[in-house]
């Protein structure tokens, strides 16, 4: 089975910056699917980014231009470099992966096309 750890985590000021990181034990095939979900108290879990085998990436219309999702293949390692954080950011953070799913921009940000989900970290953007 499929692990994935987050860290990098935190507590912000509004404006701030944090890069949150995933290591996942494997890659559980040559065509996949990454992501990163958050969920604030009391509100559903949402997609924020996600990234394919082939590179191409997708975001919430929430966090564009302002989050970038990346991975590193060497490191199993999948990151979320999020700039100009917002109250409205704080929630917990989870990474999660998939098998390949090409339906669509937003398609691939629902948590339906993911099967192996971390543990999460805690983001939260206050003065």
């Known amino acids: 089975e499929v692990r994935l750890v987050e860290s990098g985590g935190g507590s912000v000021q509004p404006g701030g910056s944090l890069k949150l990181s995933c290591v996942t034990s494997?890659?559980?095939?040559?065509?996949?699917?990454m992501g990163w979900f958050r969920q604030a108290p009391g509100k559903e879990r949402e997609g924020v980014a996600a990234i394919s085998t082939d590179g191409s990436t997708s975001y919430a219309d929430s966090v564009k231009g302002r989050f970038i999702v990346s991975q590193d293949r060497a490191k199993n390692t999948l990151y979320l470099e999020m700039n100009n954080l917002k109250p409205e950011d704080t929630a917990m953070y989870y990474c999660a992966t998939g098998p390949f799913y090409s339906g669509g921009y937003y398609a691939i940000l629902s948590t339906v096309r993911y099967k192996y989900w971390g543990q999460g970290t805690q983001v939260t953007v206050s003065s």
């Open positions: 494997e890659y559980t095939s040559s065509n996949y699917l």
